[in-house]
Nanobody, 114 residues
Framework: QVRLVESGGDLVHSGESLRLSCTAS????????MAWYRQAPGKERELVAR???????DYADSVKGRFTISRSNTKNTLYLQMNNLKPEDTATYYC????????WGQGTQVTVSS
């Protein structure tokens, strides 16, 4: 199995930026379809951004123009650059790897104050 560990979540003010990281335990794992999801208390988990093995990216409408998903193959790490954060971005953010089946990290908390 592949272990995914997210990091980078923090408490920030509106308009500030954060970069989340997701490191995979198995070399080469990020050369697959990977995604960031988020879940706020009382709400369903939603897809935030996705990057395919071929490099195609997709974003939720709510984060387009503000968030950027990327990866480092050498560091075996997936990133989510989050700019101009808003209170509605407050959630636990999860990394997902699709490698035949889905693997999930434990999540990292992002809190954005007004």
């Amino acid at each position: 199995q592949v272990r995914l560990v997210e990091s980078g979540g923090d408490l920030v003010h509106s308009g500030e930026s954060l970069r989340l990281s997701c490191t995979a335990s198995r070399s080469g794992s990020v050369i697959n379809t990977m995604a960031w999801y988020r879940q706020a208390p009382g709400k369903e988990r939603e897809l935030v951004a996705r990057i395919t093995a071929g490099g195609s990216v997709d974003y939720a409408d709510s984060v387009k123009g503000r968030f950027t998903i990327s990866r480092s193959n050498t560091k075996n790490t997936l990133y989510l650059q989050m700019n101009n954060l808003k209170p509605e971005d407050t959630a636990t953010y999860y990394c997902r790897l699709h490698q035949g089946v889905d693997y999930w990290g434990q999540g990292t908390q992002v809190t954005v104050s007004s």
